[in-house]
């Protein structure tokens, strides 16, 4: 903690017009430290159950055992594509092009592995797997001229859908629980582009906010809350959070290449319990594992696309002794499909994993992304019938530099017993200079100055550190197998806001500021917050079981610094985040196959630091605004019919209390002004509908179809102000019964894909309905492009791969039909007004393996 101390400082001195919220930042920190010492209790209780818990057995088994293998023909040469399934559970994973294959969170014991492919007999042997290791084995495949046995159509028709997380993974109870794995090893997706709408092609009810085809952002959301940055997620990479400042500015800055990724799990409705402040749900990005099966393996992928697009990716990793080790670097860069806005994208990672001791496994990395995007500016709708590539803007520039270091320890301190340790950061900038205005404000020549304008500078620098325990423990009550589960999270963030400053005339990226005070606003939000959660999985029969949990939190932000245009009084100084939550949720298994679950959680947003801050001296905020509470709910089916179809069809409800809006106001002397305070609430509810059938078996209909199916991932969707009040030409208008902005009534994707031996092809369809923009419904748009409806949009996109041994070959095309159109009118980042999306692009891309 006297790191954290020290390492926060706020420049500047202080000035007759500038107002310090804070005279001493020590005075802050010492009301930090009393929460902590309010809460010692809990740290009293955790300390004393991990202490029980040691003391139960010193022999001890790990809940991240795995299994690692080769599979190769009689010569050697590795088989991709082959189903390598455990036959006492029936769990089962794919080797790659590789001829690898990983199968990760086994209790130790002993296994029976099955490997199946067509034209191959089937192999079996016996691995026998201890706590905290990893077993490794190889098969060699006979070659065998029959057709397939029925294990092997099931593992090519399960290959074909999207996968579900089990009840438990890891230290994570996950029963009961809206949830989707994306699984990316192979597949035939747009990843070298980070392109999300094809990536989360199959889960419905995504929606995806495009403002460039860069995919250095990933803007996605769920049932209907606010796609922008994806900040209504508790967004990790490989279980360590990764939004830049969780209660200051959640919005995901730094997002992994989806060529690292292994797969994507997204868990939605009543995950705030464990997760904490969100409405949105999870995202956890899962780097690839390394190949432990030899010291050392390498793997590179090189692109070329439209628009000058440039990708080149490469990875290693291995196993020496003990040691495993896993890394990569990616570059990718294009001129993009507008004008004037060329980006350069460099991002690497590194990880190094060991078994400290039979029972525990240590595991440390660091990610690194920086991207410098130019940005075109927004355009109104006359500008973008015209011409949606044109720009306005040749001057502005964006660009954040972000380091996620991060140490993982999970010990196995019992057969029915695991704990799980994560310490990490967030750390970096986000940078900007810009020449701010309206699309219908054109940015030229000043001859008064004799050149263009200045621009303005902002830059926020992360301090975001974080501290997990987690616990997971087996017993047994009225003959039934349950669990509990418990965690603790510390956050301690330093967000430093620096913003308003003069800048440059330029046309390159400069951060020169040539003001005096450099910066209008230049502020510190520190945050500090405590969260401890509780839940029990109650296995009631053999098919259902329910979870009832609470979460506490209790934390504080404090605001230091210096405005320039507000009085103190303008400004909350301390905001207090303490709450308990609750929820409950349920699971019936009809069979091993398909189930019925549903849940209700309560949950929570931080105000965030935009909320806090006048934008003018006409600005006030409220002393009392609040954080915005509600709940999710949901009611739901999955499973599979037989074996020709897979599907999960879940209703919804998230209602969301206190949202945060503007009026308009008079002072005691007949001034307006505008007031920023909770205006209302919302609720939506809608139902989201997966479904993928196989309408005959492989072989059966013609010898080169080996795999087919026919899928839609759609969900619709009904969102309203319950009741609220926003300004409409400078009076307070009800907007209850209004629908709630950027919320489409349809979003709807469908599509097919196929697949025989190393090849894969697949197209798919998006629909998604109009949208309005603001509260108040606007339905024609303004001269700026800032107000009015956003048109339904109709999309294609393409994909194809082939794997042939240790080669691989890709090909995409996006946007097919060449539509123009946009997806969001935003009110702030990057510029109010019109974004238009990617027109018809294409990209291939060529791979090896060794």
């Known amino acids: 903690m006297y790191l954290l101390r020290n390492f926060f400082s706020i420049p500047g001195k202080p000035a007759a017009n500038i107002l310090h919220y804070k005279q001493s930042r020590m005075k802050s920190f010492d009301n930090t430290i009393a929460i902590i010492r309010q809460l010692r209790w809990i740290a009293a209780a955790c300390s004393f159950v991990l202490v029980l818990l040691t003391c139960i057995s010193a022999s001890a088994q790990s809940n991240a055992t795995r299994i690692t293998g080769n599979v190769t023909d009689e010569s050697g040469l590795p088989l991709g594509n082959a189903s390598v399934v455990i036959m006492e559970s029936g769990k089962g994973v794919y080797t790659d092009d590789n001829g690898q294959f990983i199968i990760k969170n086994l209790t130790p014991g002993k296994y029976t592995l099955k490997v199946n492919l067509l034209g191959y007999l089937p192999a079996t042997t016996e691995v026998i797997v201890t706590a905290g290791n990893t077993a490794s084995v190889?098969?060699?495949?006979?070659?065998?001229?029959?057709?397939?046995?029925?294990?092997?159509?099931?593992?090519?028709?399960?290959?074909?859908?999207?996968?579900?997380?089990?009840?438990?993974?890891?230290?994570?109870?996950?029963?009961?629980?809206?949830?989707?794995?994306?699984?990316?090893?192979?597949?035939?997706?747009?990843?070298?582009?980070?392109?999300?709408?094809?990536?989360?092609?199959?889960?419905?009810?995504?929606?995806?906010?495009?403002?460039?085809?860069?995919?250095?952002?990933?803007?996605?959301?769920?049932?209907?809350?606010?796609?922008?940055?994806?900040?209504?997620?508790?967004?990790?990479?490989?279980?360590?959070?990764?939004?830049?400042?969780?209660?200051?500015?959640?919005?995901?800055?730094?997002?992994?290449?989806?060529?690292?990724?292994?797969?994507?799990?997204?868990?939605?409705?009543?995950?705030?319990?464990?997760?904490?402040?969100?409405?949105?749900?999870?995202?956890?990005?899962?780097?690839?594992?390394?190949?432990?099966?030899?010291?050392?393996?390498?793997?590179?992928?090189?692109?070329?696309?439209?628009?000058?697009?440039?990708?080149?990716?490469?990875?290693?990793?291995?196993?020496?002794?003990?040691?495993?080790?896993?890394?990569?670097?990616?570059?990718?860069?294009?001129?993009?499909?507008?004008?004037?806005?060329?980006?350069?994208?460099?991002?690497?990672?590194?990880?190094?994993?060991?078994?400290?001791?039979?029972?525990?496994?240590?595991?440390?990395?660091?990610?690194?992304?920086?991207?410098?995007?130019?940005?075109?500016?927004?355009?109104?709708?006359?500008?973008?019938?015209?011409?949606?590539?044109?720009?306005?803007?040749?001057?502005?520039?964006?660009?954040?530099?972000?380091?996620?270091?991060?140490?993982?320890?999970?010990?196995?301190?019992?057969?029915?017993?695991?704990?799980?340790?994560?310490?990490?950061?967030?750390?970096?900038?986000?940078?900007s200079v810009q020449w701010l205005g309206l699309a219908t404000t054109p940015d030229t020549f000043n001859t008064q100055i004799g050149s263009y304008n200045p621009r303005q500078v902002d830059i926020d620098q992360f301090n975001s550190y974080s501290a997990e325990a987690r616990i997971i423990h087996t017993y047994d009550f009225l003959q039934q197998e349950n669990k509990l589960n418990a965690g603790y999270r510390l956050i301690h963030n330093n967000l430093h806001r620096r913003q308003q400053g003069t800048g440059?005339?330029?046309?390159?990226?400069?951060?020169?500021?040539?003001?005096?005070?450099?910066?209008?606003?230049?502020?510190?939000?520190?945050?500090?917050?405590?969260?401890?959660?509780?839940?029990?999985?109650?296995?009631?029969?053999?098919?259902?079981?329910?979870?009832?949990?609470?979460?506490?939190?209790?934390?504080?932000?404090?605001?230091?610094?210096?405005?320039?245009?507000?009085?103190?009084?303008?400004?909350?100084?301390?905001?207090?985040?303490?709450?308990?939550?609750?929820?409950?949720?349920?699971?019936?298994?009809?069979?091993?196959?398909?189930?019925?679950?549903?849940?209700?959680?309560?949950?929570?947003?931080?105000?965030?630091?935009?909320?806090?801050?006048?934008?003018?001296?006409?600005?006030?905020?409220?002393?009392?605004?609040?954080?915005?509470?509600?709940?999710?709910?949901?009611?739901?089916?999955?499973?599979?019919?037989?074996?020709?179809?897979?599907?999960?069809?879940?209703?919804?409800?998230?209602?969301?209390?206190?949202?945060?809006?503007?009026?308009?106001?008079?002072n005691d002397t007949g001034a307006t002004y505008f007031f920023k305070t909770n205006v209302g609430n919302s609720l939506n509810i809608g139902l989201e509908?997966?479904?993928?059938?196989?309408?005959?078996?492989?072989?059966?209909?013609?010898?080169?179809?080996?795999?087919?199916?026919?899928?839609?991932?759609?969900?619709?969707?009904?969102?309203?102000?319950?009741?609220?009040?926003v300004i409409s030409n400078g009076q307070n208008t009800d907007i209850t019964g209004n629908k709630v902005e950027t919320v489409p009534d349809w979003n709807i994707r469908s599509g097919v894909s196929y697949r025989y031996r190393g090849f894969s092809a697949s197209l798919m369809y998006n629909y998604v309905s109009e949208v309005f923009t603001d509260p108040l419904n606007t339905v024609e748009p303004n001269a700026s492009g800032t107000l009015g409806i956003v048109p339904q949009y109709h999309i294609w996109d393409m994909n194809a791969a082939w794997y042939y041994k240790r080669f691989n070959v890709k090909a995409s095309i996006t946007n097919l039909a060449n539509r123009s159109y946009f997806t969001k009118r935003p009110t702030f980042y990057p510029d109010p007004g019109i974004w238009p999306s990617d027109g018809r692009s294409f990209t291939l891309s060529f791979g090896v393996r060794i």
């Open 138 to 431: 190889t098969f060699k495949m006979e070659v065998n001229a029959t057709i397939l046995t029925t294990v092997v159509v099931e593992a090519e028709r399960e290959k074909e859908t999207i996968q579900r997380l089990d009840d438990v993974e890891g230290t994570y109870l996950v029963a009961g629980v809206k949830n989707e794995v994306i699984e990316l090893q192979n597949s035939d997706l747009n990843v070298a582009q980070n392109y999300a709408r094809s990536v989360f092609a199959k889960v419905p009810g995504v929606f995806v906010y495009e403002y460039d085809g860069s995919g250095n952002a990933v803007n996605v959301s769920t049932r209907g809350l606010d796609p922008h940055r994806s900040w209504e997620f508790n967004i990790r990479q490989n279980d360590i959070m990764i939004n830049s400042d969780l209660y200051g500015y959640p919005a995901n800055h730094y997002n992994p290449p989806m060529e690292a990724l292994e797969r994507i799990e997204l868990i939605r409705g009543s995950a705030a319990l464990q997760y904490g402040a969100q409405f949105g749900g999870m995202l956890n990005y899962v780097l690839h594992s390394p190949d432990t099966s030899k010291p050392f393996s390498f793997h590179t992928q090189v692109s070329r696309g439209s628009f000058n697009f440039i990708n080149t990716f490469t990875e290693a990793g291995g196993k020496a002794g003990k040691l495993q080790y896993y890394g990569f670097y990616n570059h990718r860069s294009s001129d993009s499909y507008r004008d004037n806005a060329d980006y350069s994208y460099d991002a690497w990672h590194i990880d190094l994993g060991y078994p400290i001791l039979k029972n525990m496994w240590l595991k440390a990395e660091v990610s690194h992304m920086n991207y410098l995007n130019k940005l075109p500016g927004a355009l109104n709708d006359s500008m973008f019938n015209e011409n949606p590539k044109q720009a306005v803007r040749s001057r502005n520039y964006y660009n954040p530099t972000i380091y996620v270091p991060g140490l993982n320890l999970n010990w196995a301190i019992t057969k029915k017993t695991a704990v799980d340790f994560i310490a990490s950061a967030v750390l970096g900038d986000r940078n």
């Open 689 to 725: 509908v997966f479904a993928e059938v196989f309408p005959f078996e492989p072989g059966n209909f013609a010898k080169w179809v080996q795999g087919f199916s026919i899928y839609t991932s759609s969900a619709y969707m009904h969102a309203r102000y319950t009741k609220g009040n």
């Open 504 to 666: 440059t005339t330029g046309f390159d990226y400069d951060l020169t500021v040539v003001s005096d005070p450099e910066f209008k606003r230049d502020i510190n939000y520190i945050s500090m917050t405590n969260g401890f959660f509780v839940e029990n999985l109650f296995q009631l029969t053999g098919k259902f079981s329910v979870t009832p949990g609470f979460r506490l939190e209790l934390g504080k932000s404090d605001l230091e610094g210096k405005i320039v245009y507000i009085s103190d009084s303008d400004l909350p100084q301390t905001i207090d985040h303490n709450y308990l939550l609750f929820g409950i949720r349920g699971e019936y298994k009809f069979d091993q196959s398909n189930n019925l679950y549903g849940g209700w959680s309560q949950a929570y947003r931080p105000m965030i630091l935009k909320d806090i801050v006048p934008a003018t001296t006409f600005d006030i905020i409220d002393p009392g605004l609040k954080d915005a509470t509600g709940y999710n709910a949901d009611l739901g089916v999955r499973g599979k019919i037989a074996e020709w179809l897979s599907y999960d069809v879940s209703a919804f409800a998230v209602q969301y209390n206190d949202r945060i809006g503007t009026l308009v106001e008079q």
